[in-house]
């Protein structure tokens, strides 16, 4: 199985910018990030298609983040700005070997999670 691991995750101050990285073991068809509050449900962020270079966001998040990605590398990186208390979250970093998807269940590579603190 691919192993995914995140990195970059810190205490930061509202207004900041932040860039999150995760690298693959293996192949992937795509890549992306899912985050969690506490207290909250997962929620879909972003994600890449390698062979295509499509990029998918989730709601209200393509104005504050962007994803990118090195595919010879198999690195995503995930960078945000302008970030909010609201943005406190675990951030996963997620893979697929076939396809993707906005929920949780549609991805079958996790990996461990980056602490992300945004302080006011």
């Known amino acids: 199985q691919v192993q995914l691991v995140e990195s970059g995750g810190e205490l930061v101050q509202a207004g900041d910018s932040l860039r999150l990285s995760c690298t693959a073991s293996?192949?992937?068809?795509?890549m992306g990030w899912f985050r969690q509050a506490p207290g909250k449900e997962r929620e879909f962020v972003s994600a890449?298609?390698?062979?295509?270079?499509?990029?998918y966001y989730g709601e209200f998040m393509k104005d504050q983040f962007t994803i990118s990605g090195d595919n010879a590398q198999k690195t995503i990186f995930l960078q945000m700005t302008n970030l909010k208390p609201d943005d406190t979250a675990v951030y996963f970093c997620?893979?697929?070997?076939?396809?993707?998807?906005?929920?949780?269940?549609?991805?079958?590579?996790w990996g461990k999670g980056t602490q992300v603190i945004v302080s006011s």
């Open positions: 890449i298609i390698w062979s295509t270079g499509n990029t």
């Open positions: 293996g192949r992937t068809f795509s």
């Open positions: 997620v893979g697929d070997p076939s396809g993707w998807g906005r929920r949780a269940v549609n991805w079958d590579y």
